[in-house]
């Protein structure tokens, strides 16, 4: 099984969900001058993740977390395999890859067309209120648990990656205690430093 990843993005996720499952794979970074070109080839959206197994190439990271989850069951990665704990897990996964996840565009650069230094400072403002407000829902699922759904999964390995890069962007998270209880349990987790490592980031 090979991963392709980019240091710190959001393949950051699976990284850690194959130092969960702890069976041999390749992880491999992906040069970021190569991510438009040669690695077209591999995903042509010249993205990260892509995962490759059996020769088959899978990519959109929601895809490749359930796809692991699917292939060990008994660790209760998606769920507990009752419908309503995977839609659970759905749910968080959901939210962080189509809300959580876009809303940092803006501080990561994709408003450069704007142009007008003033207007990009402002889109990266509101993109700073927007996340504080995102982060705030998941610090309110976050009371009385010590995962997203409860029991540890996958929707807990890719809110630590978009943590971490709120954290990197000084997005205001300040009074979230739940949030912070999180991403100090799943930075100490022994796979979570593993990858971390792994991808150079320390
Ligand atoms: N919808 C895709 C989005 C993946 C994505 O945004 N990947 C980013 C890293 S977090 C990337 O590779 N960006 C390449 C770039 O910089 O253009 C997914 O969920 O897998």
């Known amino acids: 099984m090979k991963l392709y990843y980019l240091p710190g993005a959001c393949s950051l996720a699976d990284h850690i969900v194959l130092e969960w499952i702890g069976e041999p794979y390749e992880a491999i970074a992906v040069p970021r001058e190569?991510?438009?070109t040669a690695f077209?080839?591999?995903?042509?959206?010249?993205?990260?993740?892509?995962l490759e197994h059996d020769g088959w190439r899978l990519t959109q990271n929601i895809a490749?977390?359930?796809y692991l989850a699917?292939?060990?069951?008994?660790?209760?990665?998606a769920g507990d395999g009752t419908p309503a704990s995977r839609a659970e897990v759905n749910r968080w996964l959901a939210f962080v890859n189509s809300d959580l996840h876009p809303a940092f565009k803006?501080?990561?650069?994709?408003?450069?067309y704007l142009?007008?230094?003033?207007v990009i400072d402002k889109t990266r403002e509101h993109a700073r209120e927007t996340l504080r407000t995102l982060f705030g829902r998941v610090d309110t699922q976050l009371e009385g648990r010590s995962w997203l759904t409860g029991a540890r999964s996958i929707a807990d390995a890719y809110l630590y990656v978009v943590t971490r890069w709120a954290r990197g962007k000084q997005v205001d998270l300040s009074g979230y205690a739940n949030l912070d209880r999180h991403f100090a349990a799943m930075d100490a987790d022994p796979g979570v430093r593993k990858a971390v490592?792994?991808?150079g980031l320390g």
Not at 40 to 50: H, M, R, T
Not at 115 to 118: N, P, Q, S, T, V
């Open 34 to 36: 190569e991510l438009k």
């Open 40 to 50: 077209l080839a591999i995903n042509p959206a010249g993205a990260v993740p892509v």
């Open 64 to 66: 490749i977390l359930n």
């Open 70 to 77: 699917d292939l060990h069951p008994a660790l209760g990665l």
């Open 106 to 112: 803006p501080i990561f650069g994709s408003t450069a």
């Open 115 to 118: 142009e007008d230094r003033h």
């Open 197 to 199: 490592t792994a991808e």
